[in-house]
């Protein structure tokens, strides 16, 4: 059997490649029934990512107490799978004020493959070895790999080099029975059926990886402490906007008025949770920063210092 047999042979049996008779004419449907078809595609999503909730949450926690301890979270995938992840971890520092080393994507191919498809860059496991190589990953970090198809080799290669160095590794993936999940401490295998147009995984699959990645980094955030109830109070105030923002989150978690505000967040080089802490625990802003150091970020946990030392 070729090579080339022996890859169509494998891509036949994915759920994610199957072809779909009934869509053989779409092309010829009015515009508005194309955008209803797809549309109610996607409406399948949320459920098939529903059916992995227990999955994703033992991840989340076994992630979290990883990074707790000063890990990193590393995403590694190729393609739309790759691309999703670079974008989820270019969100964190804006978001959670995190390092940008804190939370990483790697695509293969580089940063080039961002916006051009990199020739091959897919298929090397050694490749995925020497960008975890690079990073100089340790036991403390985790390394999730991203594959709609599950197959791809650097996804797996990631997975597997990282296992080898003691890291904790999730495999994601759309098709049930994958190697990439196999590989991995926690395999989350979101099965949305064959695509729209056949094969398109950047379609359900991508939609449902974004789902997910957006529970692992935000999850895990909430976790670390890094929101105070469902308030972003670790955001970076970096631009205008963010720094209205800021004060809105201050006067949402307070209810103090703005020249209160601007007080405390002054007296705090405008850490968000920081004023907050002044405002609601009745100290100043160097106690704030210490009763966070103690308690590890965690604003409630500093707030039931200031109760307890009052």
């Known amino acids: 059997m070729t090579s080339y047999a022996a890859l169509r042979a494998q891509l036949d049996t994915l759920t ?92 293969a191919g580089g940063p080039t493959a961002m916006v051009k498809a990199v020739e091959g860059a897919e298929d090397s496991k050694e490749l995925a070895e020497a960008d975890l190589t690079a990073l100089g990953l340790t036991e403390a970090d985790t390394v999730v790999g991203i594959s709609a198809s599950g197959r791809t080799p650097y996804a797996i290669g990631a997975v597997e080099s990282a296992r080898t160095r003691g890291a904790l590794t999730v495999g994601l993936s759309c098709n049930a029975g994958s190697a990439l999940a196999a590989a991995a401490h926690h395999g989350i295998e979101v099965v949305v059926g064959p695509e729209l147009l056949t094969g398109s995984t950047r379609l359900k699959a991508g939609t449902a990886q974004k789902l997910v990645l957006n529970m692992l980094s935000t999850i895990t955030m909430i976790r670390l402490g890094k929101t105070y109830g469902n308030l972003m109070v670790d955001v970076r105030a970096s631009n205008e906007k963010l720094r209205a923002r ?22 705090t080089d405008g850490e968000v949770k920081d004023a907050i802490l002044v405002l609601l ?19 409630r946990e500093a707030l039931s210092l200031t109760r307890r030392n009052a």
């Open 16 to 107: 994610t490649e199957a072809f779909r008779p009934e869509l053989a004419e779409i092309d010829r449907l009015p515009t508005l029934d194309i955008a209803r078809t797809m549309n109610a595609e996607d409406g399948t999503v949320p459920a098939a990512v529903a059916a992995q909730l227990p999955q994703i949450a033992a991840a989340i926690d076994a992630i979290a107490a990883r990074m707790a301890r000063g890990g990193r979270l590393v995403y590694a995938g190729a393609g739309t799978a790759g691309r999703l992840g670079v974008l989820d971890a270019s969100e964190c520092p804006p978001t959670f004020n995190t390092d940008p080393a804190q939370v990483l994507g790697l695509i």
């Open 246 to 267: 800021s004060r809105r989150i201050v006067a949402l978690a307070t209810g103090a008025p703005d020249e209160e505000i601007e007080a405390a967040l002054t007296a």
């Open 281 to 299: 625990g009745g100290v100043d802003g160097p106690t704030a920063a210490r009763l966070l150091t103690e308690s590890r970020g965690h604003l």
